[in-house]
Antibody, heavy 123, light 110 residues
């Protein structure tokens, strides 16, 4: 069974940093890109970014709203993806989901989502 | 990049059909046959309903169908049931190699 489990969320002050994790199981993690998607309380889904697999040079891409502040990485030996969030703003408060992409390129749809980890940015 | 445009809400009675639209641009929805739709039940994680514009995942009810014309994609749910009440999001791959979601549509079954 494909499973994604996020962890590491919590309360952080504006301007602070936080690193959340996504542990994968049930599929070939090293052969898959991984995406992060967030959802602010009561709001819609927002794509955050992705990291591709080793054959694709671990290439990353980010939404404009987080570019320069967030970094996605992965450790294939641990089947885990990470989202490092720096210079956090109150508007970054959201549930952060990792999602397994399928399809061409870096992935064009999501067939599996984690349960999410809540990040709250507040003083 | 702004979110794809969806109506904020739609409603229908049990047994009826409803359609949710999703409008983008020639850089996303209109560029490839790569629009997907997901359903998010209250308090739950999103679930894939449609991919590659109009394909249904194995096992999904054929009450859910989708189409696309130009820069606008559409999701149709026929034979509405109470369990269909949820938020629905469209999502598209973009020519920049990123993904973009719609703002979401709340479906109410009357």
């Amino acid at each position: 069974e494909v499973q994604l489990v996020e962890s590491g969320g919590g309360l952080v002050q504006p301007g602070g940093s936080l690193k959340v994790s996504c542990a994968a199981s049930g599929f070939s993690f090293s052969g898959s890109a991984m995406h992060w998607v967030r959802q602010a309380p009561g709001k819609g889904l927002e794509w955050v970014g992705h990291i591709r697999s080793k054959p694709n040079s671990y290439a990353t891409a980010y939404a404009e709203s987080v570019k320069g502040r967030f970094v996605i990485s992965r450790d294939d030996s641990k089947d885990t993806a990470y989202l490092q969030m720096d210079r956090l703003k109150t508007e970054d408060t959201a549930m952060y989901y990792c999602a397994r992409p399928r399809g061409e390129y870096s992935g064009t749809y999501y067939d599996c989502w984690g349960q999410g980890t809540l990040v709250t940015v507040s003083s | 990049q702004s979110a794809l445009t969806q109506p904020a809400s739609v409603s229908g009675s049990p047994g009826q059909s409803i359609t949710i639209s999703c409008t983008g641009t020639s850089s996303d929805v209109g560029s490839y046959n790569l629009v997907s739709w997901c359903q998010q039940l209250p308090g739950k994680v999103p679930k894939l309903m449609i991919y590659d514009d109009a394909k249904r995942p194995s096992g999904l009810s054929n009450r859910f169908s989708a189409s696309k014309s130009g820069n606008t994609a559409s999701l149709t749910i026929s034979g509405l049931q109470a369990e269909d009440e949820a938020d629905y999001y469209c999502c598209s791959y973009t020519s920049s190699g990123t993904m973009i979601f719609g703002g979401g549509t709340k479906l109410t079954v009357l």
